[in-house]
């Protein structure tokens, strides 16, 4: 049964209302114990961390891939889906290698060391024999910088729970040499010096992929892949200086950005209306919805709201305009050509849809590109530009259209 637009702009205004009610913060958000806003370190500072790099056990060489690489597997700990938009860098101290990590609204140094986590490592060791203490192992090259990743899997016939480990180029060759050398042999698994798993090895294992089986069940074969995940860390580090700090912007800052932006978008509706009339209250109803649904989807998904993330949501607002701009026009030379107006409408909107996707469709992508290929605050910036378009194309195609046609038809009634 097909909703009539009357009914379905009902359903979208009262969805909308009920959004605003969430974002907007009061009473009305600490009485029920909403999720609460994430605002970023700029505009409500956090907590500093300095950790210092064991490089002793590293080549000359391979220090910078080290270091990048421990800055990428810390900043992946705390930056769940990209969106809490830490910082973290290398800093030199003399002859000292340091990471610096700041964490957005975390005020309680013991709540950033616990997001950062425990700092273990991982290495593999092969078997030296037995003795009256139990099992010896001696460490070998292949430590946790060489691992790629690991993952739940299920062996296909029996569908036993296994970890699936990928090595890099380089532990690809390392574990082909110990395990060509230890087959019908343990190879041992140690985390932070103490033994996780010790497999035999069936055969020579090439292509840098490994199962290891042995009877887990779910829970243990997932503890299992965030163990090693968390001790992939290419080089240990030890926590030296902790502190709090202040916001480079702070609240009032925000304020007035708020206020702003209020200020822009009823300036923004006032020349819709004026220079579209009904269209331009079809508009500025949409545009409304717009911002409280993304709004809404934002805090639903725990975005921190930086001044990056609040740019890419404003860019995305103008965006919504646009594509409202494009339906109109081309509906106004329907209407023009001699075409009623429910005609007209659907007509404006069938000829201006090539245009908008088109020109939202490169956004995406870009939007894309950068939050893969980028990190912290730019990575902010795109996430909230993809997910502010998506509903822009939502609200110009199926929201502006429904109130045009709702208005429309209970004005002739």
């Not at 950033?112 to 460490?139: C, D, H, K, M, R």
């Not at 007209?344 to 245009?355: I, K, L, M, N, T």
């Not at 990575?379 to 939502?394: N, Q, R």
């Amino acid at each position: 049964m097909k909703l009539r637009p009357i009914y379905f702009a009902g359903l979208v205004v009262s969805l909308a209302i009920l959004a605003a009610v969430f974002v907007l913060p009061g009473r009305f958000d600490e009485q029920y114990k909403f999720r609460p806003w994430k605002l970023g370190l700029d505009l409500i500072g956090g907590s500093h961390l300095v950790y210092e790099v064991d490089l002793s056990k590293v080549e000359s060489v391979d220090k910078d891939s080290v270091l990048n690489g421990l800055r990428d597997v810390i900043e992946k700990r705390v930056n769940l889906f990209g969106v809490s938009e830490p910082e973290v860098y290398v800093a030199q101290s003399g002859e000292k290698s340091r990471l610096v990590v700041d964490l957005a609204g975390i005020k309680y140094i013991s709540e950033a060391i616990e997001q950062i986590g425990s700092t273990p490592t991982l290495y593999f060791a092969e078997f030296g024999g037995s003795t009256s203490e139990g099992q010896t192992f001696f460490p070998t090259n292949l430590t946790g910088r060489y691992i790629k990743g690991a993952s739940l899997a299920f062996n296909g016939a029996l569908s036993e729970p296994q970890v699936s480990l990928e090595f890099n180029d380089e532990g690809a060759k390392l574990f082909e040499e110990i395990t060509g050398r230890n087959v019908g042999k343990q190879v041992a698994i140690f985390l932070d010096g103490k033994l996780m798993e010790a497999p035999t090895v069936r055969e020579k294992i090439s292509g840098g992929k490994a199962q290891i089986t042995g009877g887990f069940t779910i829970k243990d074969a997932t503890s299992l892949v965030e163990r090693f995940n968390a001790g992939a860390l290419p080089a240990p580090i030890t926590l030296v200086n902790q502190q709090t700090i202040g916001a480079s912007l702070g609240i009032e800052s925000l304020k007035q950005i708020s206020f702003a932006g209020i200020l822009g978008t009823i300036a923004l509706m006032a020349f819709m209306v004026v220079y579209y009339h009904l269209f331009g209250v079809a508009a500025s109803v949409a545009l409304l919805i717009y911002i409280f649904l993304s709004l809404a989807i934002f805090k639903l998904l725990g975005i921190t709201m930086s001044l990056s993330g609040i740019a890419g949501f404003i860019l995305s607002i103008g965006m919504a305009v646009d594509a409202n701009v494009l339906i109109f026009e081309r509906t106004r030379e329907e209407i023009k050509n001699g075409l009623v107006y429910d005609s007209a409408v659907e007509e404006g909107f069938r000829r201006a849809w090539p245009s908008i996707r088109d020109s939202n469709m490169t956004t995406i992508i870009t939007s894309l590109i950068l939050y893969n290929f980028t990190s912290s605050f730019v990575k902010g910036f795109a996430l909230t530009l993809l997910l502010g378009v998506l509903v822009s194309m939502f609200t110009a195609i199926t929201v502006t259209r429904t109130l045009l046609k709702s208005v429309r038809r209970n004005k002739s009634k």
